[in-house]
């Protein structure tokens, strides 16, 4: 299982890759972090991978990293892992199958369109949502309570 | 908003300060790709960076207060890729020493086949390539009003062409001319029938129930009527009666007709549409397949031909009948009394628009309805089809609460939606009986005044329904009529696409194949940026048995996809019997070659008919004696039907090593040049790999074979073994030489199965 993430230090290089850098002296160049519960709403698990997809590491959450090694776990995770979380539904059509969505996230203003909703949305069981659109892009609704009262009747009409 | 630049065209137009800071850097702007992300680098959505590539450089654009350029010189780049994740992918250049050259550009999946496109491009123009191709357009959004698609390629329901989509179906009906004339005629005789009856009615009480100074409008029809019947009451009943009934009889005569004729014509119509999409389909290349879903495909031929269906046999003929109707009714009423007709024709408007506004709402609850429903049933299939894993993790009542849950939601659902069904339908009832008491009042009032005859009153309550009826479901056209012309679309999308015969610029005739496989520096990839296959070059000699050995994933099953022209190499050549695949005419390429895959596919049918499959000369006797060769006919025998013996659905009735001795005995019969086993026995006991094997020495014999497996025992006959990693050739050789290399792959692997074959006491 896992060695603590505490020992390990990760180490931006000039040439922009992630190194790894273990107590034990072993250096990994190249290495990439993968989630390994990344749609899941609970505890992230994290997989820290060399350059072909090998398992060097898997640790349950980042605290235990140093703060700079977070950061740069965070910036990686944070550019392979887009899951937007949808603050407002600007519009919201049901067309037969297919809704078209234009929503603003956190991440700033976004269209997308969603059809086989059975198999593309995911019920979190606590108020909120898990889609998928079309191109395979996810996006989040971390509580439908929390969003406007037009963004709800919008979303209430269609899921 | 999302970048309108989604399509997997690599050159699109970009800002004018980012194309003109890219052009002053390179000194031209002859650009090969020009492309912006959807994502920046912070990983927010506001704005985009540029990628930018020409012959000798690529050009990066941060985007920012003032957009930075950085340049990287391509004979740096050692490797181009695409590194997905979720719901992004980047692109990454890594130089000699495996480092990133450039901070890689982010993206969302919505570019991930143009960037893809891209980074092929950099790669080539990396390995000093000239013959640069780019993939073919994919529309992502609409081009016309830039709404996204509901798939690549798809079709926008908002910019269906309604004329050229109503044309091209039209010109299915061409065969049926005669049924389409005969139809029409029915539809004006049911309009006119069915209008006749209010003003039978109004005739009979104006010129035989009521004094005939009292009687209105139309005397020239009751005229006539009394000249049949000599003006006396009873004869005139008698006529009128029988006027009315002959009406009503040729009305139902006619409603027949037409359904009986627009049943017949729409089926056939339907099956017309159908025929030209399966078997269309069915020439369609395997690119095609891979950026598609099946199901999406099986729906054009299913969901979308019955809804063409439903608006041809039902919509269309609707829309006719009612609108005759209406015009009829509308002409007729303001004929008899114009002031009450504008008076009942208050409510229309309110009804044409409550009722569409009802509706929307409706739609939307029925769909809802519908997904729990949907939820419900496929939860409750599942806990039965699971019934023996729930019972032994005594999960029997987590599953009851998750039912109960389903349920309960579904319940209330209905009980919303019926709810809402009822006031729904109860509104538009109230509308259309409000229109009575318009007509009662003021037409009643006529009627004291002596303006009016009562006859007049009693055919405009007739003449109320005529009208309401088709109102109440006019809002519904529009979409009923949108969702018809965009399945049409659909379908008519996949009776456009290129098939693999259209795709054959020249083809070159190979009736009798010596089995010669040659490739000459071959890259393939399934999907843009993502290389399968490196620069394969191997050459097969004719009656040579060779064996390919990798791990999963190297790219054993794309070399033999390619061989088959499933699908075309990305670069470099293949050749069979020296001439290049791709002039190669593909039916006699394919006829002869034979396939056993890990898989055996059988078709529903008898087990003689599945040997038989795609020969169709063959006698019995050949049936027979293949089936012997493939150490099947015993087996065979063992069954009370023996040759005629039902296999079932996919051959369900069938043990795996009977499909796959079946699936060889076909081979036998198809008698192929080139024969491809892709992992015949992987999923085979011992001793039923061994029956196998039997039948596949007899195949292999005299021919061309390329055998993939993990077991090796199953390539111990092979002359050569071929051994793949990474898409690349890393080793070649017999299986002795291959045994000499120490720390070679293949001595790995055998090692590897020598070991397990120990640990589980079996001999290899």
């Known amino acids: 299982m896992a060695k603590k993430p505490k020992q390990i230090r990760l180490v931006r290089e000039p040439d922009g890759t992630l190194t790894m850098l273990h107590p034990n002296g072993k250096r990994v160049k190249d290495v990439r972090v993968a989630i390994l519960n990344p749609i899941d709403k609970g505890n992230k698990w994290y997989e820290l991978q060399d350059h072909c997809g090998k398992s060097l590491h898997i640790f349950p959450d980042l605290t235990e990293l140093n703060a700079a090694s977070r950061r740069l776990l965070e910036q990686d995770v944070r550019e392979r892992y887009v899951i937007p979380k949808i603050k407002k539904i600007y519009s919201l059509n049901q067309e037969s199958h297919v809704s078209y969505w234009d929503v603003e996230t956190d991440r700033g203003r976004r269209d997308f369109v969603m059809k086989d909703k059975l198999d593309n949305i995911l019920e979190n069981g606590k108020g909120g949502y898990t889609l998928k659109d079309v191109m395979g892009n996810y996006f989040m609704i971390e509580k439908v309570e929390r969003l406007d009262g037009r963004s709800k009747r919008l979303f209430d009409k269609v899921i | ?764």
């Not at chain 2, 930075?68 to 994740?85: D, F, H, N, P, Q």
């Open chain 2, 1 to 764: 908003m999302t970048s309108s630049e989604e399509t997997t065209l690599v050159k699109k137009t970009l800002p004018r300060q980012v194309m003109s800071l890219a052009k002053k850097a390179a000194g031209s702007g002859d650009f090969l790709v020009s492309l912006a992300t959807d994502i920046k680098r912070d990983g927010s959505f506001a704005g985009s960076d540029y990628l930018l590539v020409n012959a000798r450089e690529a050009l990066f654009i941060y985007n920012g207060a003032k957009p930075r350029l950085e340049r990287v010189a391509v004979a740096k780049v050692k490797e181009a890729s695409i590194e997905t994740g979720l719901s992004s992918a980047r692109l990454v250049l890594r130089g000699k020493r495996g480092g990133f050259i450039k901070r890689p550009l982010i993206f969302s999946n919505n570019l991930l086949k143009q960037f893809g496109e891209a980074a092929k491009v950099i790669q080539l123009l990396a390995e000093k390539e000239k013959d640069i191709k780019i993939g073919e357009e994919e529309q992502v959004r609409c081009p016309k009003c830039n709404r996204l698609l509901p798939e690549r390629g798809g079709v926008c329901a908002a910019c269906v062409s309604r004329i050229g989509v109503f044309r091209r179906l039209t010109g299915y009906l061409k065969p049926y001319r005669g049924s389409v004339a005969l139809l029409m005629i029915m539809f004006v005789v049911e309009s006119l029938t069915q209008s006749a009856g209010p003003l039978l009615m109004k005739i009979l009480f104006d010129s035989v129930f009521v004094p005939k100074e009292l009687a209105g409008t139309m005397r020239s029809v009751s005229a006539c009527f009394e000249r049949i019947s000599g003006g006396e009451p009873w004869p005139m009943l008698v006529v009128i009666v029988l006027a009315m009934l002959g009406a009503h009889l040729l009305y139902f005569i006619a409603r027949g007709a037409h359904s009986w004729i627009s049943a017949g014509m729409g089926a056939n119509l339907i099956a017309d549409i159908r025929r030209d999409v399966f078997s269309h389909v069915a020439r369609l290349p395997m690119s095609y397949f891979n950026q598609r879903q099946i199901g999406s495909i099986t729906s054009r031929v299913t969901s979308d031909s019955q809804t063409l269906h439903e608006f041809l046999v039902e919509g269309l003929p609707y829309l006719a009948i009612n609108a005759l109707k209406l015009t009829l009714t509308i002409a007729l009423l303001l004929y008899l009394n114009w002031k009450l007709t504008l008076l009942i024709l208050i409510p229309a408007p309110i009804l044409l628009i409550g009722g569409g506004v009802f509706w929307k709402m409706m739609r939307h609850l029925f769909h809802k309805w519908w997904q729990k429903w949907a939820k419900f049933s496929g939860d409750l299939h599942e806990s039965f089809y699971a019934v023996k894993l729930v019972k032994a993790f005594n999960r029997e009542g987590k599953e009851s609460e998750k039912l109960d849950k389903d349920n309960m939601s579904l319940t209330r659902q209905t009980i919303f939606t019926d709810r809402r069904w009822i006031t729904y339908a109860l509104f538009i009832e109230f509308l259309m009986t409000s229109g009575i008491f318009i007509m009662l009042f003021y037409g009643g009032g006529q009627i004291l005044k002596g303006n009016m005859s009562l006859g007049t009153l009693i055919a405009f309550q007739g003449y109320l329904f005529i009208l309401y009826e088709p109102l109440r479901w006019f809002n519904q056209i529009n979409q009923w009529m949108t969702r018809a012309f965009t399945g049409a679309e659909r379908v008519f999308e996949v009776i456009d696409a290129k098939d693999e015969a259209g795709q054959e610029k020249k083809t070159l005739r190979l009736p009798r194949m010596k089995g010669d496989v040659r490739f000459e520096k071959v890259h393939f990839g399934y999907e843009a940026g993502k290389e399968v296959l490196r620069n394969i070059t191997l050459n097969i000699k004719p009656g040579e048995m060779v064996g390919l050995v990798g791990k999963t994933g190297v790219g054993k099953s794309t070399i033999i996809n390619l061989i088959c022209r499933f699908y075309r190499a990305n670069r470099g050549h293949i050749f069979i019997d020296g001439v290049d695949i791709n002039e190669l005419n593909l039916t006699d390429l394919r006829s002869q070659i034979g396939m056993v895959l890990q898989e055996p596919i059988l078709f529903d049918g008898t087990i003689a008919e599945n040997i038989a499959y795609g020969c169709d000369n063959a006698s019995f006797e050949d049936v027979v004696f293949v089936a012997r060769k493939a150490h099947m006919h015993e087996d065979i025998m063992k069954k009370p039907e023996a040759y005629d013996y039902l296999v079932g659905e996919h051959g369900k009735r069938l043990s795996t090593g009977e499909k796959q001795r079946v699936s060889i005995a076909r081979a036998l019969l198809h008698n192929p040049r080139l024969l491809i086993l892709d992992e015949p026995t992987s999923s085979l006991d011992a001793e039923t790999e061994l029956k196998v094997q039997k039948g596949l020495r007899n195949l292999v014999k005299g021919r061309t074979t390329i055998a993939i497996a993990h077991r090796l025992t199953t390539l111990r006959y092979a002359n050569r073994l071929i051994i793949l990693k990474d898409g690349r050739v890393t080793e070649m050789g017999t299986h002795k030489e291959l045994m000499r290399k120490h720390k070679g792959t293949y001595r790995h692997l055998v090692k590897i199965q020598e070991d397990m074959s120990k640990q589980m006491g079996v001999a290899l």
